[in-house]
Nanobody, 126 residues
Framework: QVQLVESGGGLVQAGGSLRLSCAAS????????MGWFRQAPGKERNFVSG????????YYTESVKGRFMISRDNANNTVYLQMNSLKPEDTAVYYC???????????????????WGKGTLVTVSS
């Protein structure tokens, strides 16, 4: 039911910045979270950042703390990921996700209700 469309990926040099956007349509459950995961070639999909849709509480994986910032526009059902000081190891396909469950350790899909975008590629060159 929920459809997510990511945008903002592209090529950037190390140390540069990029802003990802995710526009959602359909029902968003306010008691859950939205966020971002990423997957590098040959690697597992890993949590990057999340934000409680109602609370606004933010969550980050350790490797992006201090560099990435997640935000949301509830009125427009949009979530953003501002990525600064990008590193080559940030290179991955970034996926927007909805209806996540979050705690101090990060976020994970609420299986059966989770929704995913098709991904947007971020490439950081040295």
């Amino acid at each position: 039911q929920v459809q997510l469309v990511e945008s903002g990926g592209g090529l950037v040099q190390a140390g540069g910045s990029l802003r990802l956007s995710c526009a959602a349509s359909g029902r968003i459950f306010n008691e859950y979270a939205m966020g971002w995961f990423r997957q590098a070639p040959g690697k597992e999909r890993n949590f990057v950042s999340g934000i409680g849709w109602r609370s606004g509480i933010t969550y980050y994986t350790e490797s992006v703390k201090g560099r990435f910032m997640i935000s949301r526009d509830n009125a427009n059902n949009t979530v953003y990921l501002q990525m600064n000081s990008l590193k080559p190891e940030d290179t991955a396909v970034y996926y927007c996700a909805a209806n996540l469950r979050c705690s101090g350790n990060g976020c994970s899909p609420y299986y059966g209700m989770d929704a995913w975008g098709k991904g947007t590629l971020v490439t950081v060159s040295s």
